[in-house]
């Protein structure tokens, strides 16, 4: 079993940054594939970004490429994602997720492990 506690969540103003966090615990962080979804108000959860198992390969989804960076760091046992330039429409709840395998990181489906999810809201 993998345990994933998100934090860093809150409420911001556009154009504002927020840093997410993921701890991991339960299976060699290592040997998982990360990655962050979020799940807009009324809307299903979307893929936002995941990082390979060494942190050298990182995905984003296109409504926050430029903006938002994933990062893991493998001796601590976490994963980060740093969003800057927040728009109203990245208002969700934000989802730390983790897989075996790196295939099909953009879909939710394939993911084995999740968080509790933190609220992030964005004002205008």
């Known amino acids: 079993q993998v345990q994933l506690v998100e934090s860093g969540g809150g409420l911001v103003q556009a154009g504002g940054s927020l840093r997410l966090s993921c701890a991991a615990s339960?299976?060699?962080?290592?040997?998982?594939?990360m990655g962050w979804f979020r799940q807009p108000p009324g809307k299903e959860r979307e893929f936002v970004s995941a990082?390979?198992?060494?942190?050298?390969?990182?995905y984003y989804a296109d409504s926050v490429k430029g903006r938002f960076t994933i990062s893991r760091d493998n001796a601590k046992n976490t994963v980060d994602l740093q969003m800057n330039s927040l728009k109203p429409e990245d208002t969700a709840v934000y989802y730390c997720?983790?897989?075996?395998?790196?295939?099909?990181?953009?879909?939710?489906?394939?993911?084995?492990?999740w968080g509790q999810g933190t609220q992030v809201t964005v004002s205008s």
């Open positions: 997720a983790a897989k075996i395998g790196g295939n099909y990181y953009n879909n939710h489906a394939k993911y084995n492990y």
């Open positions: 339960g299976r060699a962080f290592s040997s998982l594939f």
């Open positions: 990082i390979n198992y060494s942190g050298s390969s990182t």
